[in-house]
C-alpha cells in the first residue's frame, strides 16, 4: 500500500541526491517530464512492484539530446511537474543532479550515480520505445554493461522492440525475470557479472507528455 510522505520528507526529498550507503534496490528513471504525469507514475509503480525496488529516483534531464528543445518548458517548470506528481509517495524521488552537475548524458548521469551510492542496486528503467532506439544512445554499451535495464512496454513496441537491434545489442539470451536484477560488480577473483535486462509486457499506460501537451490536460490527466 502507498503511503503518504510526510511534510518534513516532502521538503527534503528532492533537495540532494541521497548518497547510501547499504544495500538498497533502487530504480533510476531519466526522463524530459514535460510534463510529468500519470503515465510517469503508473510506470512507477509497476517497475517498484515487479522488480521490488526500495524507491525509484527520477531524474529530470535538463535537455534530452534525441528531443527537439522547440517545445520544451524551462527546467524548473518540469521539474516542479515531477515533484506534484511524486510528493505523496514517500519510495519517489525527484533528483535534478542532471541540471546542478551539468549531466547531458545518461551514461553520464548512472556513471555518477554508481560512485555516489556505491552499495545501492541501481537499475535503470526506460520505455520500450527507448530500446528500439538505444543503439543511438551515447555509449549505449557502456551502459548496459554498468547497470541492469528494465524496459517497461508502451503501446505499439511491444514485439516489434523486442525484434529490433535495441534488444540485440542487450543480448536476448541476457534476459531475466525483473526481480533477478541486480547490479553488476568486479570482484577480486571473480568474473564480472554478464549484463542483465528484463522486459515487463504488461505495461502499456496510452498516456504520453506529447498527448497531454496538445491537449491541455497536463497534470490532471489520468
Given at each position: 500500500?502507498?503511503?503518504?510522505?510526510?511534510?518534513?520528507?516532502?521538503?527534503?526529498?528532492?533537495?540532494?541526491?541521497?548518497?547510501?550507503?547499504?544495500?538498497?534496490?533502487?530504480?533510476?528513471?531519466?526522463?524530459?517530464?514535460?510534463?510529468?504525469?500519470?503515465?510517469?507514475?503508473?510506470?512507477?509503480?509497476?517497475?517498484?512492484?515487479?522488480?521490488?525496488?526500495?524507491?525509484?529516483?527520477?531524474?529530470?534531464?535538463?535537455?534530452?539530446?534525441?528531443?527537439?528543445?522547440?517545445?520544451?518548458?524551462?527546467?524548473?517548470?518540469?521539474?516542479?511537474?515531477?515533484?506534484?506528481?511524486?510528493?505523496?509517495?514517500?519510495?519517489?524521488?525527484?533528483?535534478d543532479i542532471e541540471?546542478?552537475?551539468?549531466?547531458?548524458?545518461?551514461?553520464?548521469?548512472?556513471?555518477?550515480?554508481?560512485?555516489?551510492?556505491?552499495?545501492?542496486?541501481?537499475?535503470?528503467?526506460?520505455?520500450?520505445?527507448?530500446?528500439?532506439?538505444?543503439?543511438?544512445?551515447?555509449?549505449?554499451?557502456?551502459?548496459?554493461?554498468?547497470?541492469?535495464?528494465?524496459?517497461?512496454?508502451?503501446?505499439?513496441?511491444?514485439?516489434?522492440?523486442?525484434?529490433?537491434?535495441?534488444?540485440?545489442?542487450?543480448?536476448?539470451h541476457n534476459r531475466?525475470?525483473?526481480?533477478?536484477?541486480?547490479?553488476?560488480?568486479?570482484?577480486?577473483?571473480?568474473?564480472?557479472?554478464?549484463?542483465?535486462?528484463?522486459?515487463?509486457?504488461?505495461?502499456?499506460?496510452?498516456?504520453?507528455?506529447?498527448?497531454?501537451?496538445?491537449?491541455?490536460?497536463?497534470?490532471?490527466?489520468?
Open positions: 500500500m502507498d503511503r503518504p510522505a510526510p511534510k518534513s520528507h516532502r521538503r527534503h526529498q528532492m533537495a540532494a541526491l541521497p548518497g547510501y550507503r547499504y544495500p538498497r534496490r533502487i530504480g533510476v528513471m531519466g526522463g524530459s517530464f514535460n510534463p510529468a504525469h500519470h503515465g510517469h507514475l503508473h510506470i512507477a509503480k509497476e517497475a517498484r512492484k515487479i522488480a521490488r525496488l526500495d524507491e525509484i529516483w527520477w531524474l529530470v534531464s535538463p535537455q534530452n539530446p534525441l528531443k527537439s528543445a522547440d517545445d520544451m518548458a524551462d527546467f524548473n517548470s518540469r521539474l516542479s511537474s515531477a515533484r506534484q506528481m511524486a510528493a505523496p509517495f514517500i519510495w519517489l524521488k525527484c533528483l541540471e546542478k552537475l551539468k549531466l547531458r548524458t545518461s551514461y553520464a548521469s548512472l556513471n555518477r550515480l554508481t560512485k555516489i551510492c556505491p552499495k545501492a542496486s541501481l537499475i535503470w528503467i526506460m520505455g520500450a520505445d527507448n530500446l528500439a532506439q538505444f543503439p543511438h544512445w551515447y555509449r549505449a554499451g557502456d551502459i548496459a554493461n554498468l547497470l541492469p535495464i528494465l524496459v517497461m512496454n508502451r503501446p505499439g513496441y511491444g514485439w516489434p522492440a523486442l525484434a529490433g537491434k535495441g534488444a540485440a545489442m542487450l543480448g536476448r531475466c525475470q525483473p526481480a533477478s536484477l541486480a547490479r553488476h560488480e568486479k570482484k577480486t577473483g571473480e568474473r564480472k557479472k554478464k549484463k542483465q535486462w528484463s522486459f515487463h509486457h504488461q505495461t502499456r499506460n496510452p498516456l504520453s507528455a506529447t498527448i497531454l501537451r496538445h491537449s491541455g490536460k497536463g497534470l490532471n490527466a489520468i
